[in-house]
């Protein structure tokens, strides 16, 4: 027989669900929630609701939003012929943050992951090679992780790429800014001495 | 608590919590093993690329009695895959190699072989040729788990196989003469067969240099994966990913 009564039962199963909660924060959440006001309750609910029937990808460029085109898209602020490809949706709120890149983005949803059999047909790129083939881009940046998947991806991405006219870049890899030479290890020492650059 | 060190390869890693990695080890000590990564996810400033899989690293870790998962202290990157270009097809490769071991190593069994094996089929990997360390990796891999059939004999007859044609069957535990063979066999031609038997005389850096030619080696890399994959009773993911990237 379950400790709690059936609706809030069910709320603690849904909310363990969600990435990082186990049991103990699924029972701390599920008490705020019966003990908050009938008001915020509904909004909590609406907005849950609302992402998933309101929230689509953008045909452009696979980011996710609200109106299609998206926002970077269809803005007549943006260099249309810059695109930065990277893995998430989330990893653009970190290019953002720069203030530095005023180009459009495009959304891989993933990397190659030969572990997981993720191959390139498994990659969102069609619309990315549209927007290359019709000429509307001059440089590809491909800000995808430095991981083995994210090289795998970025080296096969930059092999369907390759043509007379389009620049395509790898974002720079090497030391954390603030952090110490002292304690990077070979492989993030040995990129960031291969990305060195004339000053 | 005992705190251990050894040579480790990394297999793979799983999320764990909000912001820990699961990782599994093939140790050199002790075989394979699973730790705990605490913040791995959050901070890269204690594992940096180290718990990229097929990472050589050095690792030391906790060993907690009673407990199955080990913590994983740190890890120092004594070679690293992303120190070469990393390629979809050397992708799929290492991704093979950590798949393998990871299902047909037991845990905390040391086991040398394999693991030299393992480094120098990795090292063997940063050349622009994938299938002849593949090839060299399964067939060994096959013959150190105990698994591979004796190539010379059919497993019905007994008769010799040596200079005549050879088949094999998905289901079938070892090769059958062209009178044994079982309905939808596929073939397993003499020059794979004889590949097979250089390959157990000499190690993976005698064939670097070697030519290989397209599709060298296919049927008996189909073999041996078939006969991994009886045993363990699954598929390999990157089996399939490598029979797209061979066309």
Known sequence: MSRFAEPLARLIEELKKLPGIGSKSAQRLAFHILRSSNEDADALAIAVRDVKASLVLCSECNNITDVDPCVYCSSATRNLRQVCVVEEPTNIASIEKTKHFNGVYHVLHGTLSPLHGIGPEQLRISNLMRRVESNQVDEVIIATNPTVEGEATATYLSGRLRRPGLRVTRIAMGIPVGSDIEYADEITMLKAMQGRHDL | ?247
Request: aromatic share 8%; charged share 25%.
């Open chain 2, 1 to 247: 608590m005992a705190s251990k060190e050894s040579d480790a390869i990394v297999l793979r890693t799983y999320p764990l919590r909000e912001s820990d990695l699961l990782v599994t080890l093939f140790t050199r000590l002790e075989g394979k093993v699973r730790g705990v990564a605490k913040a791995a996810k959050r901070s890269k400033r204690r594992f940096g690329g180290a718990l990229e899989p097929l990472t050589l690293v050095h690792a030391h870790y906790d060993v907690r009695e009673g407990h199955e998962l080990n913590r994983l202290d740190s890890c120092e990157v004594l070679e690293s895959p992303l120190a070469q270009e990393v390629s979809y097809p050397r992708a799929v490769a290492l991704g093979h190699v950590a798949e393998v071991l990871d299902e047909l190593l037991p845990d905390h069994e040391a086991n040398d072989a394999a693991f030299r094996l393992s480094l120098a089929v990795i090292a063997a990997l940063r050349g622009p040729n994938i299938w002849m360390p593949i090839t060299y990796f399964d067939l060994w891999m096959a013959r150190l788990s105990g698994y591979l059939p004796d190539l010379s004999t059919c497993m019905v007859c007994d008769g010799p196989l040596n200079g005549s044609r050879a088949f094999f069957h998905a289901l079938a535990d070892g090769l059958m003469c062209p009178a044994d063979k079982r309905l939808a066999s596929s073939e397993i031609s003499v020059a794979s067969r004889g590949l097979a038997e250089l390959m157990f005389r000499a190690p993976v850096d005698a064939f670097t240099g070697m030519p290989w030619a397209s599709g060298q080696g296919a049927d008996l890399r189909k073999f041996l994966i078939q006969t991994l994959q009886r045993h363990i009773e699954k598929k390999f993911v990157t089996a399939g990913m490598l029979e797209k990237i061979a066309g």
